[in-house]
């Protein structure tokens, strides 16, 4: 039985500073398992950091309802911290992340120490810590010990944050950016290091990026948002490969050095989320809809809006009018893969 | 009149530190033809955005530079200051590293546009420079009536599209690109870039972009010089570098950002041990030996010079043969083949 | 700064909690280091340690048989002489002999009325600054109500109902000063709160006062001693202030009373300059050492978080 960690329906809102309404989570459904990397990808607005925020509970949906191992999410402070201790949150940041006055040691022992959990093992803490900071690569850790965080490269940071996380002995790890203020070199390095966490503990990563190419490198599956909502999802392969929704379509059109795909750039930016578009929220930037592509349901684009995309672990699907009166929603095509080189 | 805008010439920067010199560009030879876009490629601590502050001479106090910068033929460090001044936005200008920062924000985005115009054409009438503001904004992407905007009315690309557009202001020969499109989302990057090409093809700008985003570099660039330590360890046509990296570094900043489509990408992410290099603990000979896969002994006594390759390339390493090819080798310690 | 980490010569025996406390000294050590180079700053905290010193030695310097008014027997109000080095006051006492014991209660009353302020004051600031809601609002509204009150005004009404205690002129400072601290605190957390490693400690699982105990609090600190060495500044000027106004304990003699008794007799007009100058100069230049202290202090706090390798 594997552990799942599972999102249905998350709305979360804020109230800006002129009073309106802003949705930043407008219904999403998501679903990751122990042993499995998946990808949440978007760009700024599309909602993913929010979503991962409110998956342990640092964020509070106004609507929709997240479950942990089949219960639901138990809000109190003990419940909250009940989760924290399966599904741990590595922030963004590195140099942010760790508190400037504790040394490596304090920084991963705090987890430990705030989950008792030196008491229910029979390793000692400066064990359990000497271990978290090996699985995370840092090795002597001994050696790392008293350092502070302004003396270790952003690499070592984010190992350190890295090893916090795991000292808890999580199930599931939710990364949100963890290599975009890195240097190019060493990125691939954290990338592995999550791959092989994967690999020798059986751990679930969830990983929040902006970055195609990372989802590509690294993910099972990849989810893609926009504007608050989901707007396809399904193995990497799969939507990389033969996406189906047309911001997919456009997004992977504009990576640099894509081949074989002309470059779709997209007019303008991502709404403002309080004024989310009717019918379709893409509609208005869409360039199938725009090209006469979408025709046939241009009015279905313009003004009915689509239902929350259920997740679905194993397909390939998106919410669009058009997708779907082609027949495409749900296609689970893990045998053809067409490797574009 | 000769179409090179810019030229390095062994530029050597160095700071001095409380802890001691700090070189941060160790013999640098670069050129930007008109028309051309010359990418520069590397990661913190290589000194590219010390060479693009010495194109204006904008280095810190505390550089010392040697060597020359040549802008149309003249030499930017010697040039006496009203010369100087002159040349500061009106021949060459820069696009900034992280325009959060760099655009004032108790200021109207289109004040701020207006000030080189106002430094450099005192003579034109409010009217003037408000269409020329009006036709910057335009040229941008961005609707002439944000000239009115508060930078923080402003989303992440719209600024650096403001910021692209001040540099733009007096219609500058060269423009000098410090990692323009870090940190901004893929679509909006593709924007950004869109507009940075149309500048180049439609009025004949040269352009010097920076960024250790190696693909961006080869979608965009005619030709990308790779720095490394302060030196350039790879120098050739964009695509070729990018493709075919013939330095180590080079090949590893290539898979820094894998082929979206590549099979061989799918589950192998991968990197560089170590951190990018303390200026000052530079090692004896390659500065790239320990982190590189295929160092061996003969890399340690001295650092490689750029040697020269088919196709116009160049790179600094001594474990390539003249051909291209790597060197087969089965020396002692630590060589990968 | 490589990734490759290199052992140090750690021994295995020292627990990480021992290994820690010697590296705290070491940034203790550091710390002085670098304030050991602040020019001012080592000036002031000379000034500083002399007057502490006199303060602690004064029954080694003068005889406190010199402060009883009726064993008294110098000339009245008696110019600086052989035997009075500055002279004596209206009893017949030598003004030396008071100053020196009057550095204690000044610097006393100094000293604890800071810490009385700097307790209350950083408690309600991290709260205010910390919590929501009501708990938040109203200690904000707390401390803005108390900072708006005069503190002179305030201070004389309590010390008259109070009585004219020397420990009633402690707390009256200490009450009336907090509210300057909390805003200082308070604004210091607001900020600190937001950082990402607040939120990191709260995505592992920690409760508030664990938050606010380990991240906020330590990092409040160096805001918080800075502020105290302004503090004490203030404090002895109080105590100075409501000492002259004659709040002060009468039984007690400080470089305030000093100034308030040469006041009552007349000192200035008969040109006893003996009286009023050494007390006022002493309360100077403690005051005054306080402001290049709190400045190194300062300085070697902040560069030491900003720097990044």
């Known amino acids: 039985m594997t552990a799942e960690l599972r999102a249905t329906g998350l709305r979360v809102e804020f109230t800006t500073r002129s009073g309106r309404v802003a949705r930043a989570l407008d219904g999403a459904d998501l679903v990751v398992r122990a042993g499995e990397v998946v990808a949440l990808v978007g760009e700024s607005g599309s909602g993913k950091t929010t979503l991962a925020r409110s998956l342990v509970g640092l964020t509070r949906p106004v609507a929709g309802e997240v479950t942990w191992d089949g219960k639901p999410m138990n809000r109190s402070t003990r419940g909250l911290k009940e989760l924290r201790r399966h599904v741990q949150l590595v922030l963004q940041d590195p140099s942010g992340a760790l508190n400037p006055r504790h040394t490596v040691y304090e920084a991963v022992a705090e987890g430990l120490r705030v989950h008792k959990l030196v008491a229910r093992s029979d390793k000692t803490e400066t064990e359990l810590v000497a271990n978290a900071l090996a699985s995370a690569g840092l090795r002597p850790p001994e050696a790392l010990f008293l350092r502070y965080p302004h003396e270790l490269s952003g690499g070592q940071r984010q190992r350190v944050l890295i090893a916090g996380a795991l000292a808890v002995a999580p199930q599931l790890l939710i990364a949100d950016e963890p290599v975009s203020s890195l240097d190019a070199s060493i990125r691939g390095e954290i990338l592995a290091l999550l791959l092989r966490l994967r690999e020798q503990l059986g751990l679930g990563v969830l990983v929040v990026t902006h970055d195609l190419g990372l989802a590509w490198n690294i993910a099972d599956r990849i989810v893609v948002m926009y504007l608050g909502r989901v707007v396809e999802a399904g193995p990497t392969e799969d939507v990389l490969t033969s996406p189906q929704h047309p911001y997919t379509q456009a997004l992977l059109s504009v990576v640099p050095e894509m081949e074989g795909l002309e470059p779709i750039v997209l007019r303008g930016e991502i709404p403002d989320p309080t004024r989310i578009p009717a019918g379709c929220r893409f509609h208005p930037r869409c360039p199938a809809l725009a090209s006469g592509e979408a025709d046939e349901v241009a009015d279905a684009c313009r003004r009915t809006p689509l239902p929350v995309l259920p997740a679905d672990p194993e397909g390939h699907r998106s919410a669009c009018h058009l997708v779907a009166a082609r027949g495409g929603v749900s296609t689970s095509s893990t045998d053809q893969e067409e490797v574009s080189t | 009149m000769s179409t090179t805008l810019l030229e390095l010439r062994d530029l050597h920067v160095t700071y001095a530190t409380g802890d001691g010199p700090l070189p941060a560009v160790r013999g640098v030879d670069l050129s930007v033809e008109r028309g051309q876009i010359v990418g520069v490629a590397g990661e913190s601590g290589c000194g590219k955005s010390t060479l693009a502050s010495t194109v204006l001479r904008l280095q810190a106090a505390n550089a010392s530079v040697t060597g020359e910068v040549l802008l149309n033929g003249k030499d930017v460090l010697t040039m006496k200051w009203g010369e100087l001044r002159a040349v500061r936005w009106a021949g060459a200008s820069i696009v900034f590293q992280g325009a959060l920062h760099s655009l004032n924000p108790v200021h109207r985005i289109g004040a701020q546009i207006a000030e080189p115009l106002h430094v450099h054409t005192p003579g034109l009438n409010d009217d003037a420079i408000g269409r020329r503001i009006g036709d910057l904004l335009e040229q941008v992407g961005l609707d002439a009536d944000r000239a009115r905007s508060y930078p923080h009315q402003l989303s992440g690309g719209q600024k650096q599209r403001v910021m692209i557009a001040m540099a733009l202001a007096c219609d500058p020969e060269l423009v000098v690109a410090d990692e323009p499109t870090t940190a901004l989302d893929v679509m909006v990057q593709a924007q950004v870039l869109s507009v940075l090409s149309d500048l180049v093809r439609e009025r004949g700008v040269g352009m010097m972009m920076i960024s250790h985003d190696l693909s961006v570099l080869a979608d965009l660039c005619d030709r990308i010089t790779v720095m490394y330590a302060g030196r350039v360890v790879e120098e050739g046509p964009a695509e070729k570098v990018f493709a075919a990296p013939l330095h180590p570094y080079s090949e590893a900043l290539s898979a820094a950002f894998p082929r979206v489509g590549d099979p061989a990408a799918r589950f192998a992410p991968s990197g560089l041990p170590g951190d990018p290099p303390d200026p000052r603990n530079l090692p004896g000979g390659c500065s790239f030996a320990p982190r590189c896969p295929r160092a061996a002994d003969v890399c340690l006594p001295a650092e490689p010079a750029l040697a020269s390759y088919d196709e116009g390339r160049t790179a600094a390493c001594v474990r390539i043969e003249p051909s291209g090819e790597l060197v087969e080798t089965t020396t002692s310690d630590g060589a990968h083949p | ?309």
Not at chain 3, 27 to 54: D, E, K, N, P, T
Not at chain 3, 121 to 130: A, D, K, P, Q, R
Not at chain 3, 217 to 223: D, E, I, K, S, Y
């Open chain 3, 1 to 309: 700064m490589s990734a490759e980490v290199t052992a140090e010569a750690t021994p295995a025996r020292l627990s990480a909690r021992q290994l820690a406390r010697r590296r705290r000294i070491e940034a203790w050590r550091r710390g002085w280091r670098q304030f050991r180079g602040h020019r001012s700053g080592m000036i002031g905290l000379g000034i500083l340690v002399f007057f502490v010193v006199v303060a602690l030695a004064a029954p080694l310097l003068a005889d406190k048989s010199g402060l009883d008014v009726t064993t008294a027997d110098g000339p009245v109000l008696g110019a600086p002489s052989a035997d009075y080095w500055l002279g004596t006051d209206e009893n017949g006492r030598s003004v030396l002999t008071l100053l020196i014991w009057g550095a204690r209660i000044s610097l006393f009353v100094g000293l604890f009325a800071t810490l009385i302020s700097m307790v209350i004051g950083t408690l309600l600031g991290l709260v205010s600054g910390y919590f929501g809601g009501w708990v938040g609002r109203l200690t904000f509204r707390l401390t803005e109500w108390f900072l708006v009150i005069p503190f002179l005004p305030l201070a004389i009404v309590l010390a008259t109902v109070l009585g004219r205690s020397l420990f009633n002129i402690v707390l009256v400072i200490g009450v009336t000063s907090w509210p300057g601290t909390a805003l200082l605190i308070r604004s210091q957390t607001l900020t600190i709160k937001e950082r990402p490693y607040v939120e990191r400690a709260q995505a592992i699982g920690a409760g508030r006062w664990h938050q606010i105990g380990k991240h906020v609090l330590p990092n409040v600190m160096p805001m918080v001693f800075a502020n105290t060495t302004l503090t004490v500044a203030i404090a002895i000027l109080s105590e100075t202030t409501l000492s002259f106004l004659g709040l002060g304990d009468p039984t007690r003699t400080s470089w305030g009373t000093m100034l308030d008794s040469a006041f009552e007799v007349g000192a200035i007009t008969t040109g006893c300059w003996w009286y009023i100058v050494p007390p006022g100069v002493c309360v100077v230049l403690v005051v005054l050492s306080f402001t290049p202290i709190g400045q190194a202090l300062e300085e070697i706090f902040n560069p030491r978080l900003k720097s990044v390798s």
